[in-house]
């Protein structure tokens, strides 16, 4: 009786090895590597990365300006002393912090748009202030009716 049974096991492995080494050997696919999903602290990461980093320059158009754009392309990045800079640095530092509180449930971006709107009013040449729109321009759509960001404050 003993020996039914190990011969029932050894033919359940035998079964096993043949189907295990059939599938490996079949596919004609070559193993898909799964993506690792993105945690919030990584999201955290990207944002502060592209939120920091410096603005682009644009170049000026090569065609006839009305007189509100060349006033509009005089008025270059202006340079701030270094106590405005402090405080426009001191400002973004305070709205990027506010952004990644919004970021988690039951938050609002409130303060976050408060911020970026005093960097916007205070130092409106700045590469800061930039930085401010740009921050503006990644609120959610439907934040941004809640707290009225107009189309001058992104930049457009």
């Known amino acids: 009786m003993s020996k039914f049974w190990l011969k029932i096991a050894v033919l359940g492995v035998v079964v096993v090895g ?4 059939v599938s490996i050997f079949s596919s004609s696919e070559p193993a898909k590597k799964v993506e690792k999903p993105k945690t919030f602290y990584d999201v955290i990461r990207e944002d502060d990365k592209r939120l920091r980093a410096e603005p682009e320059v644009r170049q000026p158009r090569r065609k006839r300006l009305s007189r509100e754009e060349a006033a509009e392309l005089a008025q270059q990045p202006q340079e701030l002393t270094a106590e405005q800079r402090f ?5 973004f530092e305070m709205a990027l912090f506010e952004r990644k509180k919004a970021r988690l449930p039951a938050m609002t971006y ?8 005093q960097i916007i009013k205070s130092f409106p040449n700045s590469a800061e202030a930039a930085k401010a729109r740009r921050m503006l321009a990644e609120v959610p759509a439907h934040k941004r009716k809640r707290y009225n960001i107009t189309n001058e404050e992104l930049g457009l």
Do not use: D
Request: hydrophobic share 45%; net charge positive.
């Open 18 to 21: 043949v189907v295990v080494a």
């Open 87 to 91: 405080q426009a640095e001191k400002l």
């Open 110 to 117: 409130k303060r976050m748009v408060q911020y970026c709107r």
